[in-house]
Nanobody, 116 residues
Framework: QVQLVESGGGLVQPGGSLRLSCAAS????????MNWYRQAPGKERELVAT????????NYADSVKDRFTISRDNAKKSVLLQMNSLKPEDTAVYYC?????????WGQGTQVTVSS
């Protein structure tokens, strides 16, 4: 059974930090590109960050570049998203996503709220 379980969301003040974790099971994690997406109320889901298989290269949305860092641990089958200098516009539900060819898995999401 494929599972992606996110954790680490919560309420944080502007300028603060959070670290999201995604624990994977039920598939060959090391073969999958891993992504974090987010969806704010009334908006479309958007790609935030990607870490690829192999070299583990990373890509970021312009809106989070230099503030967020994605990383993966193939031994632990997990992917992290370190979020620094958070802004109110980062408020959203954050989703973990795994992709390999036509296979595409999603977690249930974790809420991140940035507010004073």
């Amino acid at each position: 059974q494929v599972q992606l379980v996110e954790s680490g969301g919560g309420l944080v003040q502007p300028g603060g930090s959070l670290r999201l974790s995604c624990a994977a099971s039920g598939f060959t994690f090391r073969m999958y590109d891993m992504n974090w997406y987010r969806q704010a109320p009334g908006k479309e889901r958007e790609l935030v960050a990607t870490v690829t298989v192999g070299s583990g290269s990373t890509n970021y949305a312009d809106s989070v570049k230099d503030r967020f860092t994605i990383s993966r641990d193939n031994a632990k089958k997990s992917v992290l998203l370190q979020m620094n200098s958070l802004k109110p516009e980062d408020t959203a539900v954050y989703y973990c996503n795994a992709v390999f060819n036509y296979l595409n898995y999603w977690g249930q999401g974790t809420q991140v709220t940035v507010s004073s």
